[in-house]
Nanobody, 122 residues
Framework: VQLQASGGGLVQAGASLRLSCAAS????????MGWFRQAPGKEREFVSG????????SYADSVKGRFTISRDNAKNTVYLQMNSLKPEDTAVYYC????????????????WGQGTLVTVSS
């Protein structure tokens, strides 16, 4: 499975962005999907995940109420709507796919995209 993330950019605090992750080379609907982020000098951390059919979702406490994950299996794409962005959301955001395991655990994921940079200025 190949994953291509897009939608990052430079925004001011309080703004919104929508990240997209397009999948190819596999049966997208068989995979749970996740978004992770990595800020400079920090470890990669879980942001949000969604089950194969969208029936289950999970969010890091730091983004609950501000970010929304969704997927469109017909378009082989997962989205991350990010509202009320804060400077601490600045990071490279990665999408990932897995067939089993917990949504929140980075080692559950088998396939990773290349990342898209989100920069939030204060």
């Amino acid at each position: 499975v190949q994953l291509q993330a897009s939608g990052g950019g430079l925004v001011q605090a309080g703004a919104s962005l929508r990240l997209s992750c397009a999948a190819s080379g596999g049966t997208f609907s068989r995979y749970a999907m996740g978004w992770f982020r990595q800020a400079p000098g920090k470890e990669r951390e879980f942001v949000s995940g969604i089950g194969w059919n969208g029936g289950s979702t999970s969010y890091a406490d730091s983004v609950k109420g501000r970010f929304t994950i969704s997927r469109d299996n017909a378009k082989n794409t997962v989205y991350l709507q990010m509202n009320s962005l804060k400077p601490e959301d600045t990071a490279v955001y990665y999408c990932a796919a897995h067939r089993s395991g917990r949504l929140e655990v980075v080692t559950s994921y088998d396939y990773w995209g290349q990342g898209t940079l989100v920069t939030v200025s204060s």
